[in-house]
């Protein structure tokens, strides 16, 4: 069997720069338990399956398709950055003709488009709601020690915690933080998160203005200490910043190592578009 399987930089226009995903072109049905052993093999973060919905189906023209998401670990509801992966396969390999991309997920239909050399992604917009402190503490202390803890959301739809760090605190010192997150899982006792984002209001001076906030996120949970560039923490991100800045639009950066500029745009139907660009690295096929 050979399915073509195709590494995308996603977030980023450089090469090995960004969130790498794995996305694979699925002609027919693919065994169940392959998924599985076939995104622990590609060992990224995310590896993406897309498949034809009907057995007319086109991938350069049809234009709604499956998609599912595998970590190494285990199959995940939501992922952004795999999503801008697959619609890059479709619109830059497979040249693709429609205008919208329309994805079947576990999160429900998704939409990919192309403006000019971005992708924009249409996600849901998940809300954030005030949280205890002493219930999370443990896991807190274990992700930033003694650091200054400026606000604390929760999101129930996502199960990830939100930590925004002080405003006093520089985008370096986020970016320098060393953060053992395996340390995560025995420090979180509720059993209700799943993945822990760390912010930081963006500094509209200095070296690295025009960003409205920086960000990292961990998610130890489903196998991945530290992701680089996450769209779907970003579904979070959007409604606590927009909240906090009065803004609708906004330009976002995650600080990894490897990092990636997200540009961020509230919808008026409640959901949020999330833009980014790609870089395709990698073309091959999976032979077995």
Known sequence: MQIPVFTVDAFTNQPFSGNPAAVCLLENDLDEALHQKIATEMNLSET????????????????????????????????????LAAAAVLFHIKKNTNSV????????????????????????????????????????KAAIGDMIVQ???????????????????????LEELQVSAQRFLSAEKTGKVKGLILTLKGNSSGEHKGHDFYSRYFAPWYGILEDPVTGSA???????????????????????????????????????????????????????
């Open 48 to 83: 993406a399956f897309i498949r034809k919905l009907s057995p007319g189906d086109d991938f350069t023209k049809s234009s709604c398709f499956g998609l599912r998401w595998f970590t190494p670990a285990s199959e995940v509801p939501l992922c952004g950055h795999a999503t």
């Open 151 to 173: 606000d604390l959301r929760y999101s129930p739809d996502t199960k990830k915690l939100l930590v925004r760090l002080s405003d006093a605190y520089e985008r370096s010192v």
């Open 234 to 288: 970003h579904a979070v991100l959007s409604s606590y910043w927009s909240e906090q800045l009065g803004k609708k639009e906004m330009l976002a950066f995650q600080c990894s190592r490897r990092g990636g500029e997200l540009k961020i745009s509230l919808r008026n139907d409640g959901r949020v578009d999330i833009a980014g660009q790609i870089a395709i690295v990698l073309k091959g096929n999976l032979i077995f």
């Open 101 to 140: 991309l329309t994805f079947v997920t576990l999160s429900g239909e998704l939409k990919a488009r192309q403006v000019e050399d971005h992708i924009v992604l249409d996600l849901p917009l998940y809300l954030t709601y005030p949280q205890v402190l002493q219930e999370v503490e443990e896991l807190i």
